[in-house]
Structures are given as C-alpha cells and as structure tokens.
C-alpha cells in the first residue's frame, strides 16, 4: 500500500511541475506586452530541422561598443537583461546589463558568444515548432520577411505569439 502512494505522489508531483510550466507560459501570453522582433536571415539549410524553424533576431547580435552598459564584462551562459526600445516598428535594443533593471521593457537572455566588441544572446525563443508536416510551408518563403510577435512579461521572458510572413500571421490550418 505505500509503493501505491508514493506512486500516486509523484504522478501528481510531476503532473504539477508540467502543469506550471505552461501555466507560466500561458500566463506570460496573456498578461505580457507585445512586441514585434526583427529576425535576420539564416541559411536555408538550417532553417527548417524536423518540425520547428531555427530563428535569429536583429537583437540577438550586440555591439558592446555602441549599446549602454556595454563596458561591463559578459562571458558565455551568463545571464544579461537587454533593455527593449518600441519607438518603431520593431522592437529594438536599447540597452543591455547584468542586472535586471527597475523597470520598463526588457528580455532576460543568456549569453551565448563574445567575440572582440560583439555578443551574441538567446532569448529561449529561437524555435518556432509547427505542427507535423508543416515546416515545408515556411521553408519554401526564403527571402520573404519574417518576423515574430511575442509577449514578453515583466520578468523578461518571452513567449512567441505568432510568426508573421511580409506582415501576415502564419496559420496552419487545414
């Protein structure tokens, strides 16, 4: 009888963590600010792996020479807080630091590379995963424009609401 509780414990132990996880992700859709990121071109070969597309966004690349905050030091897997500029159309980096800041727009990323004056950071958001067998959809729309809306919380994740094809929303309906 207690083998059965303790199974029944951890089934519920591990059907809460996932269920946190996407109520997170749902809350952080729901309650988040809006943003349209610029993505940069990647090859072709590697844009489409199974059934998700591989993105890189204008705000991933940081020229710690011209951005604020730029002359502190960043290795690689530390965690950096870029601070977001909605002046136009897209989305922009306005800042970046190794502290969150006080306020305002901002995404939490990790530090990917340093080379010279230039970082590279991801956001968690450089998968975009399509429903199976329609990848090929994105695939065939290189040199077309492409960028992601996504909401971004006050703790600065985010979560991409939609890819958008020369300013139209992708759908995947049949």
């Given amino acids: ?26 809350f952080t859709l729901r309650t988040g600010q809006e943003v349209l990121l610029k993505t940069v071109p990647v090859d072709p070969r590697d844009l489409f792996r199974g059934d998700y597309v591989i993105l890189r966004y204008e705000i991933g690349t940081l020229d710690l020479k011209t951005i604020p905050g730029g002359n502190q030091t960043f ?3 530390d965690a950096v807080y870029v601070t977001l500029a909605v002046g136009g159309k897209y989305a922009a980096a306005s800042s970046v630091s190794a502290v969150p800041p006080a306020g305002g727009l901002f995404l939490k990323g ?54 958008l094809l020369d300013g139209k929303e992708v759908s995947f309906s049949n």
Avoid: C, N
């Fill in 75 to 77: 290795k690689p897997r």
């Fill in 1 to 26: 009888m207690p083998s059965k509780k303790i199974f029944l414990l951890l089934g519920a132990f591990w059907l809460l963590i996932i269920g946190g996880f996407i109520a997170s992700k749902e």
């Fill in 110 to 163: 990790t530090v990917k590379d340093t080379h010279s004056s230039r970082m590279t950071v991801e956001y968690g958001i450089e998968s975009y995963f399509v429903p199976e067998g329609k990848g090929r959809v994105i695939e065939r729309q290189l040199g077309r424009t492409v960028d992601v809306k996504a909401a971004v919380d006050t703790s600065g994740t985010a979560v991409i609401r939609s890819l």
